[in-house]
């Protein structure tokens, strides 16, 4: 029989929905009913495309002896750290801060005010390395609930005193200047892998923030190490298995420092964020690579992700059923034996694509299976013959049971999608892509946007065009007012940054404290024991920085004195963690690196469908020049129409024309695409 699950629209709390444990989601109702129970609540924090999350699913949750434990015992909460990234980031705050190390799923147990007295991750059904198994941690946790309650309030109390006391002030810190990002360029030097590319060891994480600042930095300074930094890294990465060399897009990261192998989840915030390095990458070097990645990325998500009403998918699950064994195991679609190449290919193709993807007879991964990886250097065989066995190859692989897809569409990662689907549509001239980023941010408007009251507000999640119930964070404002600006420098059309304004409007209002410190969730949010407040980088922008970055453009594009202070103030988190953990602020240099190089200010102006307009266009979207913003539209207009930087730009000698300021300085108008391409290169410092 179904549990309190089943009603929901997670299709993580979904895939919990027939366990025999009493799920409940979060809830008033759940807390009340610990209360009246006088039980502790047992919350568990996962996400769809979680590999131990299903294992510990398979091990205790399904298991009927287990869940009457945890029935007779416990309130049980299920939470979809997707959906509430509130809730997750503050008990997984707490989790880090008494253990040092955290992951999911996520296993915490709180009292009936919400405050947490003992944590974990995955716990095993029998105990194994040093770890005690989940049915230990239950009876020892309702021993310690039942016999030493003043204990285990008193732990709960101190440490929510605890997390209140981590209030993080970055607001006087001060904007970081170059001798910040020049520091945090060198302690990324020292973290840098020569030989393997990427920072730090196994496991290893694809850096994408930090190479968008890499490439910024050199941009803005002709650093060649930074450069150097990013271009290995991107060809380690795009040679390696974290890379699916048959259908284009990333895994979530490489369990070794080489890229061989990955864990299997593909994420929408991964490849939209790597999509658009890979552009900045082609942009900044014309590197043949970077332009194949960065397009079979876009085109993988939007062959694999996008959901009927024009969004995009959260994930791919790293589990599918291993064709032979009918069991769900990870990799079992993405990894070859040489004999499954022969199988599809014959002898001779088998045996030569053996070679140029690295699947030998050993195997790289588990039970003799290899991942697909490009080792050799320079091209591996003759174009044609190459790209006709990588098609029979996929071909194959696509009548393998698949891995099951997360349709929850997330309104932050659809907002990084539809700013890498509309560069990439710009630069590699596919309006499709232009397209496809257009209809994913008019569902964010249709569907996410509430302007109950006389106020737009953002719901973080929707599933089959109906938003759900919990409200957007910082990180969904950020980004996709982000996703509208890289929209409307690409289509023209006012009506983006429009709404981009409408939701950063919000931020101002609504997220930021009188000193310029930033929230994850607003004033008016669900008090939690905590109130979040994030501002690192880790697997994608931080709310705080994401804010930062689409702030600054914004007020490159509207003068809002305003949004540019906000702005500044919300990078002292640079200034302050830039020159000491530079991988963990990554986004936040990248947006350091716009506000050093003004940012740039350039408006087109000529009359649409001018072939001459469309050069200059094309030649300021691609500039290099940190963060600039680019508006295009008709001369004539006194206030500018829909873009204000168009104000009082006319055309010259009756030819369309392209202006450029910066630091309140502008520049002569020039209608030469080869002018503008230097004056929006590399700036020597």
């Known amino acids: 029989m179904p549990n309190r699950l089943a009603n929901e629209t997670s299709p993580y709390l979904l895939q919990h929905a027939d366990n025999p444990v009493d799920w409940w989601p979060w809830s008033p109702e759940a807390f009340a009913e610990a209360r009246e129970r006088g039980v502790p609540v047992l919350l568990s924090v996962g996400y769809s495309s979680c590999h131990w999350c299903h294992v510990l699913a398979g091990e205790s949750f399904e298991d009927e002896r287990v869940a009457a434990y945890m029935n007779e015992h416990f309130v049980n909460v299920k939470v979809d750290r997707e959906e509430r990234p509130d809730v997750d980031a503050v008990y997984m705050e707490a989790v880090q801060a008494a253990t040092g190390q955290g992951g999911w799923p996520m296993t915490v147990f709180l009292t009936a005010d919400a405050e947490p007295f003992y944590f974990g991750t995955y716990f095993p059904p029998e105990p194994r390395h040093g770890m005690p198994s989940f049915t230990q941690v239950l009876e020892g946790v309702r021993a310690a609930w039942v016999d030493r309650p003043e204990e285990v309030a008193e732990v709960a109390q101190k440490i929510v005193r605890d997390l209140a006391g981590r209030q993080l002030d970055y607001g006087k810190a001060g904007t970081p200047g170059p001798e910040e990002l020049a520091q945090a360029l060198l302690g990324l030097t020292r973290e840098y892998d020569a030989t393997h590319g990427g920072f730090g060891g196994a496991p290893k994480f694809p850096p994408s923030m930090v190479l968008e600042f890499l490439l910024r930095h050199h941009a803005r300074t002709g650093a060649e190490g930074a450069l150097q930094m990013a271009a290995d890294t991107c060809e380690a990465m795009a040679r390696g298995g974290i890379y699916d060399q048959l259908g284009g897009g990333f895994a979530r990261y490489s369990v070794d420092r080489e890229w061989v192998v990955p864990h299997f989840e593909?994420?929408?915030y991964d490849n939209a964020l790597l999509c658009r390095v890979y552009a900045h990458l082609w942009r900044a070097t014309g590197s043949d690579l970077a332009r194949r990645v960065a397009l079979e990325t876009a085109d993988f998500m939007v062959r694999e992700l996008r959901t009927a009403q024009g969004g995009f998918a959260s994930a791919l699950d790293a589990d599918s059923e291993d064709p032979l064994t009918g069991e769900h195991v990870e990799g079992a679609y993405y990894a070859w034996t040489p004999a499954q190449l022969r199988e599809v290919l014959g002898e001779a193709d088998g045996d030569l694509a053996a070679g140029w993807f690295g699947v030998t007879e050993e195997g790289t991964f588990e039970h003799g299976t290899s991942v697909l990886r490009l080792p050799q250097d320079g091209p591996v065989a003759e174009a044609g013959k190459f790209a006709e066995v990588r098609a029979r190859m996929l071909a194959a692989r696509d009548r393998r049971p698949a891995p099951g897809r997360d349709d929850k569409v997330v309104a932050a990662w659809n907002g990084l999608a539809v700013a890498a689907l509309a560069e990439c549509g710009a630069y590699f001239e596919r309006p499709d892509l232009v397209e496809r980023a257009t209809e994913a941010a008019d569902l964010l408007v249709r569907v996410h946007f509430d302007a109950t009251g006389g106020r737009v507000r953002l719901a973080r999640t929707s599933k089959d065009g109906r938003a759900g119930a919990n409200a957007g964070v910082l990180e969904d404002y950020g980004d996709v007012a982000e996703g509208f600006?890289?929209?409307?420098?690409?289509?023209?059309?006012?009506?983006?940054?429009e709404f981009a304004g409408f939701l950063l409007d919000l931020v101002l209002d609504r997220f930021t404290a009188e000193d310029g410190t930033l929230y994850d969730t607003a004033h008016d949010a669900e008090r939690l024991i905590r109130r979040p407040q994030d501002p690192t980088d880790t697997a994608a922008p931080s709310g705080w920085t994401a804010a930062a970055g689409a702030l600054l453009s914004y007020a490159a594009h509207t003068g809002s004195e305003a949004h540019r202070t906000a702005a500044e103030r919300a990078l002292g988190v640079v200034h302050a963690l830039g020159p000491r953990v530079p991988r963990f602020i990554g986004h936040g240099l990248a947006v350091a690196e716009a506000l050093l190089d003004g940012p740039r200010e350039?408006?087109?102006?000529?009359?649409?469908?001018?072939?001459?307009?469309?050069?200059?266009?094309?030649?300021?979207?691609?500039?290099?020049?940190p963060g600039a913003v680019v508006a295009v539209g008709p001369p004539g207009a006194a206030d500018g129409g829909e873009f204000p930087l168009l104000a009082g730009r006319t055309l010259v000698e009756d030819r369309p024309a392209a202006y450029v300021c910066r630091h309140f300085v502008c520049a002569r108008p020039t209608t030469d695409p080869a002018a503008l391409a230097d004056e929006l290169g590399t700036a020597r410092a």
Do not use: I
């Open 266 to 268: 593909k994420m929408l």
């Open 485 to 497: 600006l890289a929209l409307a420098a690409v289509t023209g059309e006012g009506v983006w940054l």
């Open 602 to 625: 350039v408006a087109v102006v000529g009359s649409p469908g001018d072939p001459a307009l469309a050069a200059l266009h094309r030649t300021a979207l691609l500039g290099t020049a």
